[in-house]
């Protein structure tokens, strides 16, 4: 089994009928992060058995300015929870969060 070429995946992707589940897709992609670190709700089961969390209520994002090798481009900056890991800090577990950047100009679109 081969791991498709991102075109190929892209047009998979976007073939999905359901815009909620493409949508879903591309920003686990996008952001290599794990479904419990998008998705807002979980089932009544899975929230009272300690089964998942739904991370993605921590998930923020902001337009900003992004400066690299001289060249000034907008681009998107996504602050979201990461499901797997902890931060420890004066003796007490929290939430470890990791930063995403991507560009929003059309040129780096395949």
Do not use: N
């Amino acid at each position: 089994m081969r791991t498709p070429d991102y075109r190929s995946f892209r047009e998979a992707v976007d073939a999905i009928p359901d815009r909620r589940y493409r949508t879903l897709i591309k920003r686990i992609y996008l952001t290599a992060a794990r479904v419990s670190e998008v998705i807002t709700k979980v089932t009544p089961y899975e929230e009272g058995h300690g089964a998942t969390h739904p991370y993605g209520r921590y998930l923020d994002w902001s337009l900003v300015d992004y400066e690299s090798e001289g060249v000034r481009e907008k681009a998107l900056l996504v602050q979201m929870a990461v499901a797997k890991r902890r931060r420890k800090r004066e003796g007490k577990e929290r939430q470890a969060y990791k930063m995403v950047v991507l560009p929003t100009s059309l040129c780096y679109e395949p």
